[in-house]
């Protein structure tokens, strides 16, 4: 209050405001008539006529402060019972409400700094507050920050809760649940709407009446319960119980309730006496800059608040000394910012052009800077953004977006003051908020309340197609009414795309803001103080990835890196045009020495290469020779030290904890980041748990960066010119290596912008690219499922009523269901999936492969780059073929072609290079290599990679053929099998011909595309097997080993199932189990394939004897190839029995793809090869003992080989037959299959009246199938070729002596015989 009497001097800043008659006389600055004048306009009550001149009080400097404690006089009775409000009848407790975090929660939860927030952090936690209440009418609000399990409402002190029952669960206590629509007390009955993020849940209780009751968003839900238990000991505390990762903010009073409540009080009475004394300043502050004296004239002229201009006189700076000497310690309640200044400013937005408003909102924070001590400023700002974020966050879509336009509009307004856009930045924006939440656009989870019904009346769905392009979207024929509703539908989402561009590019004009440079008049300008806290933002939440703590929500993410891309482009063209000199944001990539010279911090993030430590130290030459970049030695093993003892860091927190709360786990040993947060504060350093509470153990603070001969310092010491650099300094681009050009692309400090947004994509956007397509696969399946019904309704007889009446309830239900969709999902498509939003990731992705591109021309160096780039560059491009059609296709962007060919390009070098360490990472660029070839438009890429680039294309193909040994050889046979796929015998189908019933989880999986087989890429492998002696046996080999293994484990798995099957007691498989044994049988299969493909580019690996492992290797295929003919095609055998089953996860498991792949070897060594290589390729396989001529018979439905010189009989139609497969095989194939059979079985009786028996001595000892044919030197032991030549591929030693062999000499025992005779 202010002092009173008039001999008492006091000052604020260094505004003196003094009563003291010995000075001169302040009247005399104006007449005393004018002041007078002026200071009766200014401080009239609002809620008193004005006085006459005559009769009034004259007023002055002297008398000013009596006259506003007059003004600013409340009732005696109003400030006793603002002063007693703990003493309220009906309410027990603090007069100041929060949540019990001392002892009244149960579980595992983090509460913010306010006690008003709280986070689960175990399945199910409960938590209360400090205040109950007996008696009266109350409410309180929660606004809703995650939608998930939560139940909302009132317990008594009696209820216990756990882990599994929380409130809502036991007597006395209610609750309502918005995930599942339901209320709880015990039991559960369907109640209320379901809730969303963003939403405000009002809870009711009436104590009078003993009901409770629920609103939302200020809509009443009815009543929940009634006959409440009421009496002696009965009292009831607001509490909630929720599970993992779920977030809420209580409003109990201490802010104004957005959905107030005629008849009932709020937990926490509000500060009624402040607020009409706010409200009074107000007033008169108001009336300050709507009047200005002239002192010429001697009047008062009335002014728009707009036009007003603080122009130096003394009688207005002392009007408003005395005003905000009473009206700034006011403006630092939370309450009062949000009820009075929040709401004077929000008036100001609303009444003119934003021009307008932006001019008066700067004249008011240049005075509330002016007239207010800085620590009451700071205050004052803090809550006010606090405030309208809030605001933002928790407001209901209307169809206009009018409530979030003007949020914005204030916010750009009140960011536009360079002075208080500085302060926001370095301590409230990402320190205490959550600023990103000002990006955000929440989608409506009830599209009637969001006014969508009417903004886009007519509804529409597509039928689903592929997201393939056009060329594979299966085109239906509209009618003249799905054409109709089509365009209406389009034009009402066109409505709504505007709409929701007016909020977008508000949000864009806030980066902007943040995103300046040239205002450092007097300290550093907004870009860097925004670099500072958005590094710190990205550590964060890459720190967290995959933790327990939920960080920047994804959905926020997405929607903060695309306004972020839009002002990046803006500032980065906009340096362009005054720098002719600079590149246009469309050839925007990271120069490769900003992942080497230590200027920018990339935490702990991999680089592809390993440890950042591990790379300087073992490429310090290779940094000194191209970067002129030199390590101390002392420094490196400083560093490294550092990085092994990093984890055995004593927590300073922890050390002071009591050994008693470690023990029963009192906090997690986690760092606390600033994001872990209710929908708006962003720090919670209060960890709470059913056993003990304590401070979170703080983070470890942000390492600098590794010293080198440069200068280095951490993000919160850096300068504008260590970042933008000087004459004698690059800063960013510090250590250019000779590939690069002088000239800089932009400014240095949007570079590290750009590095931030990529790394945004990589820690949760492409995440949640993935998730919103679930919007768009939900309609399909009720597009289809409701076409499936109309299609019964047509089909059933009329006289059926009933299932008539069933299937017309079904129809509406999945109509209405379509209709809320549909406009669901025009709101996902114009805020996540539009054509910008598209343009978007697609820069993304041209950034990363030039940012790869030029890292890959520094050699050694390229190893520093971090993985991200790599996985942006593969995910981004998914996103664009997967996520974003059919409405908007990738084959419509600028430069389409050429971008797929510069992946090709990457991924065909990248996949095997050796400066790639990380697994992770080298598995997937092999799945996203895998992925690309399934696809014709990217394989043709892969094709059209330039001539001085071919190079990498038979790298590629080299890699692909390298030994399967230690690497991921199944995706590698996948890519070749793709390659062959559409050339083979049978090989034509996309799907199986038994599967073709049944519907696919998902049509655009690669593995379901349509063959594109590659006769160029083809041909690369054809010259590379012939290129050495030792390529194709050391891949041949390799690929033969892997086949054994895996249809070795195959044939064990299914006996292992058969087996379970066959018991009597109910036996379930293990899913896991199904999955591996269809994984090895397609495994099988496509190596079998890739057999076929070598056999038909190369045949003379096998056939041509000449070559030295020909003969093996002819022998090892034939031994496989009958061991797996005699496994599926005998009788009634166990492959028989377990395809019958037709278990869920065996679905790939039949005869025909094996068969097929089998046949299509067997008929490319026996029918297409030449005279010479058939008959070596016949000897061989008749000479194998596993060979079983029923076994080809089995091929074409035969039980019994025929008589030669007979016609095949017609297939029996019960038994599998290739002639079945008209579909898939072509007469010519059917025709070779015949001519194999007839000439294997002409071969087999011509061999079997040639055999001479052989004795036993004479078999090889290994294999007991052929005759010993081979003699070790030098332990002389002896063996049939084929052993010794397999068993020398792997290892040198004797079989039986363990000797080591240094030659093999033929053996045939009649010369050996005679050469002992003559000897002898």
Same mark, same amino acid.
């Given at each position: 209050?202010?002092?009173?009497?008039?001999?008492?001097?006091?000052?604020?800043?260094?505004?003196?405001?003094?009563?003291?008659?010995?000075?001169?006389?302040?009247?005399?600055?104006?007449?005393?008539k004018?002041?007078?004048?002026?200071?009766?306009?200014?401080?009239?009550?609002?809620?008193?006529?004005?006085?006459?001149?005559?009769?009034?009080?004259?007023?002055?400097?002297?008398?000013?402060?009596?006259?506003?404690?007059?003004?600013?006089?409340v009732?005696?009775?109003?400030?006793?019972?603002?002063?007693?409000?703990?003493?309220?009848?009906?309410?027990?407790?603090?007069?100041?409400?929060?949540?019990?975090h001392?002892?009244?929660?149960?579980?595992?939860?983090?509460?913010?700094?306010?006690?008003?927030?709280?986070?689960?952090?175990?399945?199910?936690?409960?938590?209360?507050?400090?205040?109950?209440v007996?008696?009266?009418?109350?409410?309180?609000?929660?606004?809703?920050?995650?939608?998930?399990?939560?139940?909302?409402?009132?317990?008594?002190?009696?209820?216990?809760?756990?882990?599994?029952?929380?409130?809502?669960?036991?007597?006395?206590?209610?609750?309502?649940?918005?995930?599942?629509?339901?209320?709880?007390?015990?039991?559960?009955?369907?109640?209320?709407?379901?809730?969303?993020?963003?939403?405000?849940?009002?809870?009711?209780?009436?104590?009078?009446?003993?009901?409770?009751?629920?609103?939302?968003?200020g809509?009443?839900?009815?009543?929940?319960?009634?006959?409440?238990?009421?009496?002696?000991?009965?009292?009831?505390?607001?509490?909630?119980?929720?599970?993992?990762?779920?977030?809420?903010?209580?409003?109990?009073?201490?802010?104004?309730?957005?959905?107030?409540?005629?008849g009932?009080?709020?937990?926490?009475?509000?500060?009624?006496?402040?607020?009409?004394?706010?409200?009074?300043?107000?007033?008169?502050?108001?009336?300050?800059?709507?009047?200005?004296?002239?002192p010429?004239?001697?009047?008062?002229?009335?002014?728009?608040?707009?036009e007003?201009?603080?122009q130096?006189?003394p009688?207005?700076?002392?009007?408003?000394?005395?005003?905000?000497?009473?009206?700034?310690p006011?403006?630092?309640k939370?309450?009062?910012?949000?009820?009075?200044?929040?709401?004077?400013?929000?008036?100001?937005?609303?009444?003119?052009?934003?021009?307008?408003?932006?001019?008066?909102?700067?004249?008011?924070?240049?005075?509330?800077?002016?007239?207010?001590?800085d620590?009451?400023?700071?205050?004052?700002?803090?809550?006010?953004?606090?405030?309208?974020?809030?605001?933002?966050?928790?407001?209901?879509?209307?169809?206009?977006?009018?409530?979030?336009?003007?949020?914005?509009?204030?916010?750009?307004?009140?960011?536009?003051?360079?002075? *208080?856009?500085?302060?926001?930045?370095?301590?409230v924006?990402?320190?205490?908020?959550?600023?990103?939440?000002?990006?955000?656009?929440? *989608?409506?989870?009830?599209?009637e309340?969001?006014?969508?019904?009417?903004?886009?009346?007519?509804?529409?769905?597509?039928?689903?197609?592929?997201?393939?392009?056009?060329?594979?979207?299966?085109?239906?024929?509209?009618?003249s009414?799905?054409?109709?509703?089509?365009?209406?539908?389009?034009?009402?989402?066109?409505?709504?795309?505007?709409r929701?561009?007016?909020?977008?590019?508000?949000q864009?004009?806030?980066?902007?803001?943040? +995103?300046?440079?040239?205002?450092?008049?007097?300290?550093?300008?907004?870009?860097?103080?925004?670099l500072?806290?958005?590094?710190?933002?990205?550590?964060?939440?890459?720190?967290?990835?995959?933790?327990?703590?939920?960080?920047?929500?994804?959905?926020?993410?997405?929607?903060?890196?695309?306004?972020?891309?839009?002002a990046?482009?803006?500032?980065?063209?906009?340096?362009?045009?005054?720098?002719?000199?600079?590149?246009?944001?469309?050839e925007?990539?990271i120069?490769?020495?900003?992942?080497y010279?230590?200027?920018?911090?990339?935490?702990?993030?991999?680089?592809?290469?390993?440890?950042?430590?591990?790379?300087?130290?073992?490429?310090?030459?290779?940094?000194?020779?191209?970067?002129n970049?030199?390590?101390?030695?002392?420094?490196?093993?400083?560093?490294?030290?550092?990085?092994?003892?990093?984890?055995?860091?004593?927590?300073?927190?922890?050390?002071?904890?009591?050994?008693?709360?470690?023990?029963?786990?009192?906090?997690?040993?986690?760092?606390?980041?600033s994001?872990?947060?209710?929908?708006?504060?962003?720090?919670?350093?209060?960890?709470?748990?059913?056993?003990?509470?304590?401070?979170?153990?703080p983070?470890?603070?942000?390492?600098?960066?590794?010293?080198?001969?440069?200068?280095?310092?951490?993000?919160?010491?850096?300068?504008?010119?260590?970042?933008?650099?000087?004459?004698?300094?690059?800063?960013?681009?510090?250590?250019?290596?000779?590939?690069?050009?002088?000239q800089?692309?932009?400014?240095?400090?949007?570079?590290?912008?750009?590095?931030?947004?990529?790394?945004?994509?990589?820690?949760?956007?492409?995440?949640?690219?993935?998730?919103?397509?679930?919007?768009?696969?939900?309609?399909?399946?009720?597009?289809?499922?409701?076409?499936?019904?109309?299609?019964?309704?047509?089909?059933?007889?009329?006289?059926?009523?009933?299932?008539?009446?069933?299937?017309?309830?079904?129809?509406?239900?999945?109509?209405?269901?379509?209709?809320?969709?549909?406009?669901?999902?025009?709101?996902?498509h114009?805020?996540?999936?539009?054509?910008?939003?598209?343009?978007?990731?697609?820069w993304?992705?041209?950034?990363?492969?030039?940012?790869?591109?030029?890292?890959?021309?520094?050699?050694?160096?390229?190893?520093?780059?971090p993985?991200?780039?790599?996985?942006?560059?593969?995910?981004?491009?998914?996103a664009?073929?997967?996520?974003?059609?059919?409405?908007?296709?990738?084959?419509?962007?600028?430069?389409?072609?050429?971008?797929?060919?510069?992946?090709?390009?990457?991924?065909?070098?990248?996949?095997?290079?050796?400066?790639?360490?990380?697994?992770?990472?080298?598995?997937?660029?092999?799945?996203?290599?895998?992925?690309?070839?399934?696809?014709?438009?990217?394989?043709?890429?892969?094709e059209?990679?330039?001539?001085?680039?071919?190079?990498?294309?038979?790298?590629?193909v080299r890699?692909?053929?390298?030994?399967?040994?230690?690497?991921?050889?199944?995706?590698?046979?996948?890519?070749?099998?793709?390659?062959?796929?559409?050339?083979?015998?049978?090989?034509?189908?996309?799907?199986l011909?038994?599967?073709?019933?049944?519907?696919?989880?998902?049509?655009?999986?690669?593995?379901?595309?349509?063959?594109?087989?590659s006769?160029?890429?083809?041909?690369?492998?054809?010259?590379?097997?012939?290129?050495?002696?030792?390529?194709?046996?050391?891949?041949?080999?390799?690929?033969?080993?892997?086949?054994?293994?895996?249809?070795?484990?195959?044939?064990?798995?299914?006996?292992?199932?058969?087996?379970?099957?066959?018991?009597?007691?109910?036996?379930?498989?293990?899913?896991?189990?199904?999955?591996?044994?269809a994984?090895?049988?397609?495994?099988?299969? *496509?190596?079998?394939?890739v057999?076929?493909?070598?056999?038909?580019?190369?045949?003379?690996?096998?056939?041509?004897?000449?070559?030295?492992?020909?003969?093996?290797?002819?022998?090892?295929?034939?031994? +496989?190839?009958?061991?797996?003919?005699?496994?599926?095609?005998?009788?009634?055998?166990?492959?028989?029995?377990?395809? !019958?089953?037709? +278990?869920?996860?065996?679905?790939?498991?039949?005869?025909?793809?094996?068969?097929?792949?089998?046949t299509?070897?067997?008929?490319?060594?026996?029918v297409?090869?030449?005279?010479?290589? !058939?008959?070596?390729?016949?000897?061989?396989?008749?000479?194998?003992?596993?060979f079983?001529?029923?076994?080809?018979?089995?091929?074409?439905?035969?039980?019994?080989?025929p008589?030669?010189?007979?016609?095949?009989?017609?297939?029996?139609?019960?038994?599998?037959?290739?002639?079945?497969?008209?579909?898939?095989?072509?007469?010519?194939?059917?025709?070779?299959v015949?001519?194999?059979?007839?000439?294997?079985? *002409?071969?087999?009786?011509?061999?079997?009246?040639?055999?001479?028996?052989?004795?036993?001595?004479?078999?090889c000892?290994?294999?007991?199938?052929?005759?010993i044919?081979?003699?070790?030197?030098?332990?002389?032991?002896?063996?049939?070729?084929?052993?010794?030549?397999?068993?020398?591929?792997?290892?040198?030693?004797?079989?039986?002596?363990?000797?080591?062999?240094?030659?093999?000499?033929?053996w045939?025992?009649?010369?050996?015989?005679?050469?002992?005779?003559?000897?002898?």
């Amino acid at each position: 209050m202010a002092s009173k009497g008039a001999g008492m001097a006091f000052s604020r800043k260094s505004h003196r405001l003094t009563s003291d008659a010995e000075k001169s006389r302040v009247t005399g600055i104006v007449h005393e008539k004018l002041l007078d004048d002026y200071l009766h306009r200014i401080f009239s009550s609002t809620d008193r006529a004005p006085t006459a001149a005559t009769s009034r009080k004259l007023l002055n400097f002297q008398n000013l402060p009596e006259h506003l404690d007059q003004l600013l006089h409340v009732d005696e009775e109003a400030e006793e019972e603002e002063e007693s409000q703990g003493k309220v009848e009906g309410r027990l407790g603090p007069s100041t409400v929060v949540l019990d975090h001392t002892g009244g929660f149960e579980g595992l939860l983090l509460v913010d700094d306010d006690l008003l927030g709280v986070i689960g952090h175990s399945n199910f936690g409960t938590i209360r507050s400090t205040t109950c209440v007996y008696k009266g009418k109350w409410v309180y609000e929660v606004l809703i920050s995650s939608q998930g399990l939560m139940q909302i409402g009132w317990c008594t002190i009696n209820c216990r809760f756990n882990q599994e029952e929380g409130v809502g669960d036991t007597h006395n206590s209610y609750a309502y649940d918005g995930n599942r629509v339901r209320k709880w007390n015990v039991t559960t009955t369907n109640y209320g709407k379901a809730w969303a993020a963003g939403d405000i849940v009002s809870c009711l209780i009436d104590l009078d009446e003993g009901t409770l009751s629920f609103c939302l968003n200020g809509v009443s839900l009815g009543t929940a319960f009634e006959n409440l238990s009421r009496g002696l000991g009965m009292a009831y505390f607001p509490a909630i119980s929720l599970s993992f990762k779920e977030s809420v903010a209580f409003n109990f009073g201490s802010r104004p309730l957005r959905y107030p409540v005629v008849g009932y009080r709020p937990l926490q009475d509000p500060p009624s006496a402040d607020l009409v004394r706010a409200q009074e300043l107000l007033g008169c502050f108001q009336a300050v800059l709507s009047v200005e004296l002239d002192p010429v004239q001697g009047r008062l002229v009335e002014k728009e608040s707009s036009e007003w201009q603080l122009q130096g006189q003394p009688t207005v700076l002392l009007t408003l000394a005395h005003i905000f000497h009473r009206f700034a310690p006011l403006l630092r309640k939370v309450y009062l910012v949000e009820a009075v200044l929040m709401s004077f400013l929000l008036g100001v937005v609303e009444a003119g052009t934003p021009a307008q408003a932006q001019s008066v909102v700067h004249q008011v924070l240049d005075l509330l800077w002016l007239f207010m001590e800085d620590y009451e400023m700071q205050d004052c700002l803090k809550q006010l953004m606090m405030s309208l974020l809030r605001l933002y966050r928790f407001s209901p879509i209307v169809p206009d977006l009018g409530l979030q336009i003007r949020y914005l509009r204030l916010t750009i307004a009140i960011l536009s003051h360079e002075k *208080s856009r500085k302060f926001l930045l370095s301590h409230v924006l990402f320190d205490v908020l959550r600023s990103v939440v000002f990006f955000y656009i929440k *989608s409506p989870l009830r599209v009637e309340e969001a006014g969508l019904q009417e903004l886009i009346p007519t509804t529409w769905w597509p039928h689903r197609s592929s997201r393939e392009g056009k060329d594979s979207k299966e085109v239906k024929d509209e009618t003249s009414e799905e054409r109709l509703r089509r365009r209406a539908y389009e034009r009402g989402c066109q409505r709504l795309k505007k709409r929701i561009e007016v909020v977008e590019e508000l949000q864009v004009q806030i980066l902007k803001l943040l +995103l300046n440079n040239q205002d450092d008049n007097g300290g550093e300008a907004s870009r860097y103080i925004f670099l500072t806290k958005f590094r710190k933002f990205l550590q964060e939440n890459a720190s967290s990835r995959g933790n327990m703590p939920m960080l920047c929500p994804p959905e926020y993410m997405v929607c903060f890196l695309h306004r972020l891309i839009s002002a990046l482009r803006y500032y980065w063209d906009e340096y362009k045009a005054s720098n002719p000199c600079a590149t246009f944001s469309d050839e925007a990539y990271i120069p490769p020495q900003v992942f080497y010279n230590g200027k920018v911090d990339y935490f702990d993030l991999q680089r592809l290469g390993g440890l950042l430590s591990h790379l300087r130290k073992t490429l310090k030459d290779d940094l000194a020779s191209k970067a002129n970049i030199l390590i101390d030695p002392l420094e490196l093993q400083a560093a490294t030290m550092d990085d092994l003892d990093e984890d055995e860091e004593p927590a300073p927190a922890a050390a002071q904890r009591p050994m008693q709360a470690l023990a029963v786990g009192g906090a997690l040993p986690l760092p606390r980041p600033s994001w872990l947060s209710s929908p708006t504060l962003g720090r919670a350093n209060r960890f709470l748990s059913t056993a003990a509470v304590s401070l979170m153990t703080p983070r470890r603070p942000l390492s600098t960066s590794e010293k080198v001969k440069v200068r280095t310092l951490s993000a919160e010491q850096r300068t504008r010119e260590d970042i933008e650099g000087s004459q004698w300094n690059e800063g960013l681009l510090v250590g250019r290596p000779p590939e690069e050009p002088e000239q800089p692309l932009t400014e240095n400090s949007l570079l590290e912008v750009l590095d931030g947004a990529i790394m945004m994509y990589n820690l949760s956007v492409h995440q949640q690219l993935g998730k919103m397509v679930g919007v768009s696969d939900d309609v399909n399946e009720y597009a289809m499922a409701l076409r499936d019904t109309e299609d019964k309704l047509r089909r059933c007889p009329k006289r059926r009523k009933d299932i008539l009446a069933e299937l017309t309830k079904s129809q509406k239900v999945f109509s209405e269901k379509l209709d809320h969709l549909s406009r669901r999902l025009a709101w996902v498509h114009a805020t996540v999936y539009s054509q910008e939003k598209m343009q978007d990731i697609y820069w993304l992705l041209r950034v990363c492969l030039r940012t790869i591109e030029h890292g890959d021309r520094t050699g050694p160096l390229f190893a520093f780059m971090p993985e991200f780039y790599l996985s942006v560059a593969i995910n981004s491009y998914s996103a664009l073929k997967n996520y974003f059609g059919p409405v908007h296709s990738m084959e419509e962007l600028p430069g389409y072609e050429e971008t797929l060919t510069r992946l090709a390009a990457i991924l065909a070098k990248h996949f095997a290079d050796t400066r790639i360490v990380g697994t992770d990472i080298r598995d997937s660029l092999m799945q996203a290599l895998a992925s690309y070839v399934c696809y014709p438009n990217s394989l043709r890429a892969v094709e059209r990679i330039p001539e001085e680039h071919s190079h990498r294309r038979i790298a590629m193909v080299r890699s692909l053929l390298a030994p399967y040994e230690q690497r991921p050889w199944a995706q590698t046979n996948w890519i070749l099998v793709r390659l062959w796929r559409g050339c083979g015998f049978g090989y034509r189908y996309t799907r199986l011909p038994h599967l073709l019933k049944t519907k696919p989880e998902d049509a655009n999986l690669p593995s379901l595309q349509k063959p594109c087989p590659s006769t160029l890429l083809q041909q690369h492998m054809a010259d590379l097997l012939r290129e050495g002696p030792d390529v194709a046996p050391s891949f041949l080999n390799s690929v033969l080993n892997q086949l054994n293994w895996a249809f070795s484990e195959f044939i064990g798995m299914i006996q292992e199932i058969q087996q379970a099957a066959e018991r009597l007691e109910r036996n379930f498989v293990d899913s896991r189990q199904l999955k591996v044994c269809a994984t090895c049988f397609d495994l099988s299969v *496509s190596l079998l394939r890739v057999l076929e493909m070598t056999i038909t580019l190369v045949p003379e690996i096998f056939l041509d004897w000449a070559q030295p492992t020909s003969e093996m290797l002819l022998r090892r295929l034939a031994q +496989l190839l009958n061991q797996v003919l005699n496994r599926v095609t005998a009788e009634r055998n166990l492959f028989d029995r377990v395809v !019958t089953l037709r +278990l869920p996860g065996l679905e790939s498991v039949d005869h025909y793809p094996i068969l097929v792949a089998v046949t299509g070897i067997l008929v490319r060594l026996l029918v297409h090869g030449p005279a010479s290589g !058939t008959e070596r390729a016949t000897s061989v396989l008749l000479a194998d003992p596993c060979f079983q001529l029923r076994s080809i018979c089995y091929l074409l439905g035969q039980p019994e080989p025929p008589t030669p010189g007979t016609a095949l009989p017609a297939p029996d139609q019960k038994r599998f037959s290739l002639q079945s497969y008209t579909d898939y095989i072509s007469v010519e194939e059917l025709a070779q299959v015949e001519q194999m059979l007839a000439h294997l079985t *002409s071969a087999s009786a011509q061999a079997a009246a040639a055999s001479l028996p052989t004795s036993e001595e004479d078999l090889c000892p290994i294999c007991y199938a052929h005759p010993i044919s081979a003699v070790f030197q030098p332990c002389g032991h002896k063996s049939c070729k084929a052993c010794i030549n397999q068993h020398l591929m792997n290892n040198k030693d004797c079989f039986f002596c363990k000797a080591t062999i240094m030659s093999v000499e033929d053996w045939d025992k009649a010369a050996s015989a005679s050469a002992t005779s003559s000897a002898a």
